[in-house]
């Protein structure tokens, strides 16, 4: 029984054995059929059916100027599709109303006839497309029109409407400190302050389901986000919009009149260091100027001679020589350590004093002064050039800052001359913003203040952070030699290289600096190009702004800097000292206008310019607290009213008695092309106020 119990047993077990490899291989057999056979069958029909969360990109903040202009703001964008097989979409509603939208499309986009639209759409239906291209690049006013078109205003259930929004990146101003401003895109490095600020402008994106239908398209699901983007931050910059101009412009004209390869321009207020202006021209191929790279912060290149004031500084704080003491220039040539320097005088200076050597930029007078005094202790003369902050980075928020150089006895190229090449701006590397910041200091009576972009980043109203003026070092030297140095900048314009910056109603202050330029491993060979600088401040007696221009490689005939780019820094001084209120002495109260005198007559404009006008000329304004940007005005015996000037989206604005700059910035940004005839203000204009825009209509302005 035992035997019959376990043969069956042993039969029952094969039988389960049998039956579960059985199950396997018909398992094993169903998945590679579903693999291979079926395959693509069930792979597209997942692919029809997939569901995701796609990312909505946030509306990017605004780039500011001081004045609040707009610099970089995000337009939105869109692609119009169309369901037509939308569930709510019946014959009825499309048939009845398909000829009145064909009708409308076409007059909205006038590229096809209400007969080629109805075609289309028609025959769209008829195929069942459910994801339909209407138009792509739909501007916002476009899209609030097509929204209101039959069928459209069903919205996307009952009338297939489905409209995505992208947001492009604008600049009103278009090539205005462009590579300042910079940009932010996909797969490419940020640059400028849309990278450096990218954290607060980006926003947080939102979220859209989206679904996959046939042909690979992905198709929103609802009409609303399901998580809504928030809007980036707004950035306020330091940049003046007028400053900007009159740099970029200065610059352009020099670097056309000497076919220089690129230049750049920087100012900076004295006080605070906020930069106001920053621009940089290169010219391309085909010998026109662009703002291809940023010079002012990452060209890191020896600055030759206006280094030489940093040099003296160190001497004088050292407490080695005063302003009239006596150097040997000798005749134009002297050797030092087996190398010959020239002066570019012809027979030389001979003997002459400390501030004559500095305003003359005599090589020999200053490596003398130098070699008198550091020869046995050259590291102490490297060290007084680093106590001054001098062969550091900036930390500035902008990327790309260039790295300077200033040797010191430890490194391997250091040689018997390095600290006299040194003393005269070789073998040293510095940008433009890092020398400017030094020729800050000294302005600023020896406080160095950091470089700053953005003034405040704000949501809509609400401050989120402000940026405060940051003191770098409280003091780079004494007092007392911060203002030997500024008499050495003043002597160097009045007397020395650049006497053609004399200035009847204001004084500048000064160096001029004309460096060869090393050709990488070539070094300063016989194809010999020319950098030359101006840096300096103005008004001398109490200084505002400090600025800084550098030109590379003018056209050989002529590459002194005082003729190069002494002129960049006169015009940008001119027309600054010019229209800067706070650069002027407080009028003396016999100056104030009072209601014995006559009040000018005022232009109509920007408000807050205006009342800045009034208020230093103690002109009485009557205003009623007016909110508006831009203002009418008009002039009365005793004071000047204020009234409403309202910009209609558009619509032609009427920009009669403003500014042409206030014109011409209110025109083209509704998107007119501006021409301008005579000088003054706006006496008539050739489309009338409140006519429909069409984008690139030409407008033409009379001045008188």
């Not at 998945?31 to 997939?50: C, P």
């Not at 100012?267 to 202006?277: P, W």
């Not at 500048?508 to 194809?527: D, E, H, L, M, P």
């Not at 002109?619 to 007016?626: A, D, F, G, P």
Request: with cysteine.
């Amino acid at each position: 029984m035992a035997n019959i119990s376990n043969k069956q047993m042993m039969n029952r077990s094969y039988v389960v054995y049998f039956a579960i490899a059985l199950v396997g291989v018909s398992i094993i057999a169903k998945v590679l059929y579903i693999q291979f056979v079926e395959g693509s069958y069930w792979r597209e029909k997942a692919e029809n059916l997939t569901t995701v969360y796609r990312n909505i990109d946030a509306v990017r903040g605004n780039i500011y100027s001081d004045d609040e202009s707009m610099l970089a703001t995000s337009v939105p964008i869109y692609e119009v599709r169309m369901d037509l097989n939308a569930d709510g979409l019946t014959d009825k509603a499309f048939n009845e109303n398909i000829d009145s939208l064909s009708i409308k499309l076409s007059n909205l986009f006038a590229d096809q006839s209400p007969v080629d639209w109805k075609r289309q759409l028609v025959a769209a239906r008829q195929k069942g497309e459910r994801y339909h291209l209407i138009r792509r690049r739909v501007k916002f006013h476009q899209m609030k029109v097509l929204r209101d078109f039959p069928i459209f205003n069903r919205g996307k259930f009952k009338g297939g409407l489905i409209i995505l929004q992208q947001n492009r990146r604008e600049r009103p101003f278009r090539m205005l400190a462009a590579r300042t401003i910079g940009y932010d895109r996909e797969g490419v490095a940020p640059v400028g302050l849309e990278g450096a600020y990218r954290g607060e402008l980006a926003g947080v994106s939102g979220k859209r389901l989206m679904q996959k239908i046939s042909g690979g398209l992905w198709m929103p699901i609802n009409d609303e986000n399901e998580i809504e983007p928030m809007d980036g931050y707004d950035i306020h910059t330091t940049i003046n919009l007028n400053i900007q101009d009159v740099a970029e412009n200065a610059l352009l004209d020099q670097l056309k009149i000497h076919d220089a390869h690129h230049g750049c321009v920087i100012l900076m207020e004295v006080e605070t260091g906020e930069i106001k202006a920053i621009a940089n021209l290169s010219k391309d191929g085909d010998g026109d100027y662009y703002e291809y790279y940023n010079y002012a912060i990452g060209e890191s290149a020896e600055p030759g001679s206006t280094f030489k004031l940093p040099s003296l500084v160190v001497a004088l704080e050292d407490g080695y020589i005063k302003l009239n003491d006596s150097i040997d220039a000798g005749n134009g040539t002297a050797d030092f350590h087996g190398e010959t320097m020239r002066d570019s005088k012809d027979g030389g200076h001979g003997k002459i004093s400390v501030e004559e050597a500095f305003a003359l930029s005599s090589n020999i007078g200053v490596m003398r002064i130098i070699e008198k005094y550091y020869a046995n202790e050259p590291a102490k003369f490297i060290n007084g050039l680093r106590r001054m902050n001098l062969g550091e980075s900036i930390g500035i928020e902008i990327a790309g800052e260039g790295a300077p150089l200033i040797k010191d006895p430890t490194d391997k190229s250091w040689s018997l001359i390095s600290y006299l090449w040194t003393s005269i701006g070789y073998e040293v590397k510095m940008t433009p913003l890092q020398i400017l910041t030094f020729y800050n200091a000294i302005a600023n009576d020896g406080k160095m203040m950091k470089p700053i972009f953005v003034r405040k980043v704000t949501d809509k109203s609400s401050v989120i952070s402000e940026i405060d003026p940051q003191v770098i070092n409280s003091r780079v030297c004494s007092e007392k030699t911060a203002k030997q140095a500024q008499k050495l900048m003043e002597a160097a314009v009045q007397e020395g290289t650049a006497t053609n910056l004399k200035n009847p109603n204001y004084a500048i202050a000064g160096k001029t600096g004309t460096a060869r330029v090393a050709k990488s491993s070539a070094g300063y060979g016989t194809k010999i190009t020319y950098q030359a600088s101006f840096a300096g401040y103005f008004p001398a007696d109490n200084p505002k702004y400090s600025c800084i221009v550098v030109v590379n490689a003018p056209n050989r005939s002529v590459y002194y800097a005082s003729h190069v780019a002494g002129p960049i820094f006169a015009e940008i001084a001119d027309k600054v000292y010019a229209t800067s209120i706070n650069i002027h002495d407080e009028l003396e109260s016999s100056d104030k206008f009072t209601s014995l005198t006559k009040i000018p007559v005022s232009k109509s404009g920007m408000q807050k310019d205006l009342n800045n006008v009034f208020e230093e000329l103690h002109v009485k304004v009557e205003s009623s607290n007016l909110d508006n940007k831009w203002v009418i005005t008009q002039t009365g015996k005793e004071k000047v009213e204020m009234g409403r000037r309202n910009i209609v989206e558009n619509m032609v604005p009427n920009v009669k008695g403003m500014s042409a700059q206030d014109a011409v910035y209110i025109l083209e940004n509704a998107g007119l092309k501006v021409q301008l005839r005579g000088s003054g203000m706006i006496k008539s204009q050739s489309l009338i106020p409140g006519a429909n825009i069409q984008r690139g209509q030409e407008i033409t302005l009379e001045l008188s």
